[in-house]
């Protein structure tokens, strides 16, 4: 790989004053009568060495008054060459001639050259720089070492210059010196990124900027002869000084030095021996299963010559220093395309069986079958099932879904392997995992075994939000189950039956009447507590009792033995409309904190956009977006491709509530009847009505509001408070100056609060009946919505129902109490993030003759949800990387949110975020 050796100074002179150095300072200890010996000077090729004995030799003559003799070893010389270089012309009387075959150890010979050095060094000090001495003769090198032993009471310097890892004569004996004589030990390192800026302004005369020097570093590793190749590439390629200077050609750089690296590694293994080229294919071939007794066996050499062909791939900067990559990944592209496709098939099977047979994992066994055409032994299909599997449980389902293809394409009719695809798939593509699964399900006749397929299928289609049609699969499953089956069996396809009618809007009516004629279970097993919190969702839908509600979700509560999981958010979704928020946010949270605590991507995410529902609707409108917004990066950090829209949606009303004009909304196309919750449903609609609010078009607010009531009421859905399409339908009513139309919404909504008894259903009563009120009741009945309010926690509609209040107690010349309430519901407001519902509190404050400066956004207001949710767990001192950790977000997006929640703040720390954020 490296360029041919120059026996000048290879690359510009810069990064080695240290060792320059370290020579002079050696061979002034020598001069003053410290022991002689010998400075070993190490380096990979290219490094540098020639560099400092020239530079070294060069100072020593200018400003010492010593003997300096300077020799290049070079492989096949005659013997004693380099020796006759050391002693000029002093060599012809005490060696033989060049034609004459002199024993190397002839102890006279020796001898006499070793006296005609002392008698030298009697006059003045000696450096012998000998440069590549791994080349060195035999017959050199056994005098060197005769010298050296001999070299303590001499002032002498042998100075041998040795690139590590190369072998030969000189490397085998020089090294053995220390210990055994004075020797100096001085190894020279890559250039540093300083160093390589020097070497492009000494070559170029150019002040290279950061990027360019990194790309060098990272093409070269910091050897000077690769740099100086480098250059001069660069220059074939018509990239001049000034194209370099101007800052703008990393890119090209990189390219064209990526180009030549590669050039120069095929170029260097196309000359070398067999076993290196064989090498190399098996890295190829085996990834990071490559090792010399492996690779050994595969091409059937001896694993010492296996191992000095890795060394020498190591060595010339072809394979990494771990031997098991290449440094440029072209080269193993290149390496595999120049195989034929028959032989490497042939040779892939061969890899395969022989790491079968080492025991080695069934990864690096499917990593070569998987590119085999035909993998149909069994002992291949077993491998490739077993990585399937490993790959699975390591979070990669990627490959495990090719490993399971490649076992279908041998074996299609193979039903298990089938189901472990689809469940794999689920993961990544739940699309393609329903493909899987109604294939699946077709090969299969047993009704117990189809009935716990379908459950599987039904909850990845619950995901994929394609429940539809999955119902009637899970009911043809119950249908067929024997009398006989297994009664938790059973149990678990009536809850999937109910999970998946209650995540569809046309099967929403038929859910609600299949959870009224289902039968409280015990809540005995994990199946028998769910089905019971199927059963609260539907008494909630409906709007029955709240009671029953709350004693369905308690049911078998303190048998639980399961982990906390996504199948958390029916209960706390639940619990909060029931009139417990407070215990919804506890069991939400809990379920955060342990399903992170996992791992568990999945649930996380869609707690995550259950509990950012439940903020939205008690005006936590900061926390609400910044739930939905970490959301939907777990979803992106993981690479799903699931449908996102519910967490899209809780962004989108968030912002409409917290901009105040709507501009914000980035809604969805109007999904025209696709699958969905009622509660995202209610979350949109109620959303784009207030939208459309803002724009000021009042009246086709009006329409989506008695739209979306249409269609919740042809669902049975009859809950006050999970979609109160109602009261903001009334309140539009109300503003429009036409409170005889909403007379029938306010006694429907009277109704269903008398039935859904909690406090907030009865402040959202009393609210809409006191904005139709116009006699002198209407005060009374404001009071005592606010209330209720105040007491659920729906801050929202206490905000509202205060504003509302304000003005009326201040048409009845009421001044002072109506400016405790307008004070309070600005403030309310301020705190949800509502700035618009904030203003027009101020206003009507104003008008009673209060007092309050203009309103403007705290910084902390300012930042998204996602950004304000980084910012609070980087004030608490964690790195970037546990925050990525911690939300199921990358590194780049965690740095991405910090950046700008910096920059929005005024701050440049961590601890800068500390009182910033409320």
Same mark, same amino acid.
Request: hydrophobic share 50%; net charge negative; proline share 5%.
């Given at each position: 790989?490296?360029?041919?050796?120059?026996?000048?100074?290879?690359?510009?002179?810069?990064?080695?004053?240290?060792?320059?150095?370290?020579?002079?300072?050696?061979?002034?200890?020598?001069?003053?009568?410290?022991?002689?010996?010998?400075?070993?000077?190490?380096?990979?090729?290219?490094?540098?060495?020639?560099?400092?004995?020239?530079?070294?030799?060069?100072?020593?003559?200018?400003?010492?008054?010593?003997?300096?003799?300077?020799?290049?070893?070079?492989?096949?010389?005659?013997?004693?060459?380099?020796?006759?270089?050391?002693?000029?012309?002093?060599?012809?009387?005490?060696?033989?001639p060049?034609?004459?075959?002199?024993?190397p150890?002839?102890?006279?010979?020796?001898?006499?050259?070793?006296?005609?050095?002392?008698?030298?060094?009697?006059?003045?000090?000696?450096?012998?720089?000998?440069?590549?001495?791994?080349?060195?003769?035999?017959?050199?090198?056994?005098?060197?070492?005769?010298?050296?032993?001999?070299?303590?009471?001499?002032?002498?310097?042998v100075?041998?210059?040795?690139?590590?890892?190369?072998?030969?004569v000189?490397?085998?004996?020089?090294?053995?010196?220390?210990?055994?004589?004075?020797?100096?030990?001085?190894?020279?390192?890559?250039?540093?990124?300083?160093?390589?800026?020097?070497?492009?302004?000494?070559?170029?005369?150019?002040?290279?900027?950061?990027?360019?020097?990194?790309?060098?570093?990272?093409?070269?590793?910091?050897?000077?002869?690769?740099?100086?190749?480098?250059?001069?590439?660069?220059?074939?390629?018509?990239?001049?000084?000034?194209?370099?200077?101007?800052?703008?050609?990393?890119?090209?750089?990189?390219?064209?030095?990526?180009?030549?690296?590669?050039?120069?590694?095929?170029?260097?293994?196309?000359?070398?021996?067999?076993?290196?080229?064989?090498?190399?294919?098996g890295?190829?071939?085996?990834?990071?299963?490559?090792?010399?007794?492996?690779?050994?066996?595969?091409?059937?050499?001896?694993?010492?010559?296996?191992?000095?062909?890795?060394?020498?791939?190591?060595y010339?900067?072809?394979?990494?220093?771990?031997?098991?990559?290449?440094?440029?990944?072209?080269?193993?592209?290149?390496?595999?395309?120049?195989?034929?496709?028959?032989?490497?098939?042939?040779?892939?099977?061969?890899?395969?069986?022989?790491?079968?047979?080492?025991?080695?994992?069934?990864?690096?066994?499917?990593?070569?079958?998987?590119?085999?055409?035909?993998?149909?032994?069994?002992?291949?299909?077993?491998?490739l099932?077993?990585?399937?599997?490993?790959?699975?449980?390591?979070?990669?389902?990627?490959?495990?879904?090719?490993?399971?293809?490649?076992?279908?394409?041998?074996?299609?009719?193979?039903?298990?392997?089938?189901?472990?695809?689809?469940?794999?798939?689920?993961?990544?593509?739940?699309?393609?995992?329903?493909?899987?699964?109604?294939?699946?399900?077709?090969?299969?006749?047993?009704?117990?075994v189809?009935?716990?397929?379908?459950?599987?299928?039904?909850?990845?289609?619950?995901?994929?939000?394609?429940?539809?049609?999955?119902v009637?699969?899970?009911?043809?499953?119950?249908?067929?189950?024997?009398?006989?089956?297994d009664?938790?069996?059973?149990?678990?396809?009536?809850?999937?039956a109910?999970?998946?009618?209650?995540g569809?809007?046309?099967?929403?009516?038929?859910?609600?009447?299949r959870?009224r004629?289902?039968?409280?279970?015990a809540?005995?097993t994990?199946?028998?507590?769910?089905?019971?919190?199927?059963?609260?969702?539907?008494?909630?839908?409906?709007?029955?009792?709240?009671r029953?509600?709350?004693?369905?979700?308690?049911?078998?509560?303190?048998?639980?033995?399961?982990?906390?999981?996504?199948?958390?958010?029916?209960?706390?979704?639940?619990?909060?409309?029931?009139?417990?928020?407070?215990?919804?946010?506890?069991?939400?949270?809990?379920?955060?904190?342990?399903?992170?605590?996992?791992?568990?991507?999945?649930?996380?995410?869609?707690?995550?956009?259950?509990?950012?529902?439940?903020?939205?609707?008690?005006?936590e409108?900061?926390?609400a977006?910044?739930?939905?917004?970490?959301?939907?990066?777990?979803?992106?950090?993981?690479?799903?491709?699931?449908?996102?829209?519910?967490?899209?949606?809780?962004?989108?009303?968030?912002?409409?509530?917290?901009?105040?004009?709507?501009?914000?909304?980035?809604?969805?196309?109007?999904?025209?009847?696709e699958?969905?919750?009622?509660?995202?449903?209610?979350?949109?609609?109620?959303?784009?009505?207030?939208?459309?609010?803002?724009?000021?078009?009042c009246e086709?607010?009006?329409?989506?509001?008695?739209?979306?009531?249409?269609?919740?009421?042809?669902m049975?859905?009859?809950?006050?408070?999970?979609?109160?399409?109602?009261?903001?339908?009334?309140?539009?009513?109300?503003?429009l100056?036409?409170?005889?139309?909403?007379?029938?919404?306010?006694?429907?909504?009277?109704?269903?609060?008398?039935?859904w008894?909690?406090?907030?259903a009865?402040?959202?009563?009393?609210?809409?009946?006191?904005?139709?009120?116009?006699?002198?009741?209407?005060?009374?009945?404001?009071? *005592? /919505?606010? $209330?209720?309010?105040? &007491?659920?926690? @729906?801050?929202?509609?206490? =905000?509202?129902? !205060? %504003? +509302?209040?304000? #003005?009326?107690?201040?048409?009845?010349?009421?001044?002072?109490p109506?400016?405790?309430?307008?004070?309070?519901a600005?403030?309310?407001?301020?705190?949800?993030?509502?700035?618009?519902?904030a203003?027009?509190?101020?206003?009507?404050?104003?008008?009673?003759?209060?007092?309050?400066?203009?309103?403007t956004?705290a910084?902390?207001?300012?930042?998204?949800?996602?950004?304000r949710?980084?910012?609070?767990? *980087? /004030?608490? $001192?964690?790195t970037? &990387?546990?925050? @990525?950790a911690?939300?199921? =977000?990358?590194? !780049? %997006? +965690?740095e991405s #949110?910090?950046?700008?929640?910096?920059?929005?703040?005024?701050?440049?720390?961590?601890?800068?975020?500390?009182?910033?954020?409320?």
């Amino acid at each position: 790989m490296m360029a041919e050796r120059r026996s000048a100074v290879v690359g510009a002179p810069v990064g080695r004053d240290a060792a320059v150095a370290t020579i002079r300072a050696r061979v002034e200890e020598v001069a003053f009568r410290a022991p002689g010996g010998a400075l070993l000077l190490t380096g990979p090729l290219g490094i540098g060495r020639s560099t400092v004995l020239e530079r070294a030799r060069d100072a020593l003559r200018d400003n010492y008054d010593v003997v300096v003799a300077h020799a290049i070893c070079m492989p096949g010389a005659p013997l004693f060459a380099p020796l006759r270089a050391l002693l000029g012309a002093g060599a012809d009387d005490l060696l033989p001639p060049p034609s004459d075959q002199a024993r190397p150890d002839d102890y006279a010979l020796l001898h006499r050259l070793y006296r005609h050095v002392a008698v030298l060094a009697a006059e003045r000090p000696v450096v012998l720089m000998v440069d590549d001495a791994h080349y060195c003769d035999v017959a050199t090198a056994r005098w060197l070492d005769f010298l050296l032993r001999r070299a303590a009471g001499l002032p002498l310097l042998v100075v041998l210059a040795l690139p590590s890892g190369e072998h030969g004569v000189g490397d085998v004996r020089f090294t053995d010196l220390d210990g055994a004589i004075h020797t100096t030990l001085v190894h020279l390192a890559p250039l540093s990124a300083e160093e390589i800026a020097e070497f492009i302004a000494q070559e170029l005369g150019i002040q290279p900027d950061d990027e360019l020097v990194a790309v060098c570093m990272e093409l070269t590793a910091g050897n000077a002869m690769m740099m100086r190749g480098l250059l001069t590439r660069l220059r074939a390629e018509g990239l001049q000084a000034e194209d370099l200077a101007a800052g703008t050609s990393a890119s090209d750089v990189a390219r064209v030095g990526s180009e030549w690296a590669i050039a120069c590694t095929e170029t260097w293994l196309s000359v070398q021996s067999e076993p290196i080229r064989q090498y190399a294919t098996g890295v190829a071939l085996l990834d990071d299963a490559a090792s010399p007794d492996v690779i050994a066996a595969l091409f059937g050499m001896s694993t010492a010559v296996a191992s000095a062909a890795r060394a020498a791939l190591v060595y010339f900067r072809v394979l990494a220093p771990s031997g098991v990559e290449f440094r440029t990944e072209p080269v193993r592209d290149s390496l595999l395309a120049a195989l034929d496709p028959a032989e490497m098939a042939a040779l892939r099977v061969r890899a395969a069986r022989l790491l079968a047979d080492l025991g080695r994992p069934d990864e690096e066994i499917a990593r070569q079958l998987v590119a085999v055409p035909t993998p149909a032994e069994p002992w291949m299909l077993s491998a490739l099932s077993g990585a399937a599997r490993s790959a699975a449980s390591a979070g990669t389902p990627e490959v495990a879904v090719e490993y399971l293809r490649r076992v279908l394409d041998a074996v299609p009719d193979q039903v298990d392997t089938r189901v472990e695809l689809a469940m794999v798939l689920a993961q990544t593509d739940p699309a393609a995992a329903l493909t899987a699964f109604t294939e699946a399900l077709a090969g299969i006749a047993e009704p117990v075994v189809k009935a716990s397929l379908a459950v599987r299928y039904a909850m990845v289609a619950l995901g994929a939000r394609r429940s539809a049609h999955s119902v009637s699969v899970i009911l043809d499953a119950l249908t067929g189950l024997p009398a006989d089956a297994d009664a938790d069996l059973r149990v678990l396809v009536d809850l999937t039956a109910l999970v998946l009618g209650f995540g569809n809007l046309r099967t929403t009516a038929e859910a609600v009447v299949r959870g009224r004629a289902t039968a409280a279970p015990a809540g005995r097993t994990t199946s028998e507590r769910r089905l019971a919190h199927q059963l609260a969702r539907t008494e909630m839908l409906s709007g029955g009792s709240p009671r029953r509600a709350l004693e369905l979700i308690g049911l078998g509560a303190d048998r639980r033995i399961e982990p906390h999981d996504w199948w958390d958010v029916y209960p706390g979704i639940v619990l909060h409309f029931a009139g417990d928020p407070g215990a919804a946010l506890a069991l939400l949270d809990t379920a955060l904190t342990d399903t992170s605590r996992r791992g568990d991507a999945w649930s996380h995410y869609l707690t995550l956009v259950a509990r950012a529902s439940l903020r939205l609707d008690t005006g936590e409108l900061a926390d609400a977006e910044a739930d939905a917004e970490h959301a939907l990066g777990v979803v992106e950090a993981a690479g799903w491709k699931v449908n996102n829209a519910w967490a899209r949606t809780v962004v989108d009303a968030a912002r409409v509530r917290r901009d105040g004009n709507g501009a914000a909304a980035q809604w969805l196309p109007d999904s025209g009847g696709e699958p969905r919750s009622v509660l995202e449903y209610g979350i949109e609609m109620i959303g784009r009505g207030r939208e459309l609010v803002a724009a000021g078009d009042c009246e086709g607010a009006l329409e989506v509001l008695l739209r979306c009531g249409r269609e919740l009421d042809a669902m049975s859905v009859r809950n006050p408070v999970l979609v109160p399409w109602w009261l903001d339908a009334t309140t539009l009513l109300a503003d429009l100056g036409r409170p005889a139309d909403a007379v029938d919404l306010v006694e429907r909504g009277a109704e269903w609060a008398a039935s859904w008894d909690t406090t907030a259903a009865r402040g959202y009563a009393l609210l809409a009946q006191g904005l139709i009120t116009s006699d002198r009741a209407r005060a009374d009945v404001l009071e *005592a /919505a606010v $209330g209720e309010l105040t &007491r659920s926690g @729906a801050r929202l509609y206490e =905000v509202e129902a !205060r %504003t +509302v209040l304000g #003005h009326t107690l201040l048409a009845e010349g009421r001044e002072k109490p109506a400016r405790r309430h307008f004070r309070t519901a600005v403030d309310l407001a301020v705190r949800c993030g509502d700035l618009s519902a904030a203003a027009a509190a101020r206003s009507g404050l104003m008008r009673a003759g209060g007092r309050m400066p203009g309103l403007t956004a705290a910084p902390a207001n300012m930042l998204t949800g996602s950004e304000r949710r980084v910012a609070v767990l *980087a /004030a608490e $001192g964690r790195t970037n &990387r546990e925050i @990525a950790a911690a939300l199921f =977000v990358t590194v !780049r %997006t +965690v740095e991405s #949110h910090l950046s700008n929640a910096y920059r929005k703040l005024g701050v440049q720390t961590r601890t800068g975020l500390v009182g910033h954020l409320g």
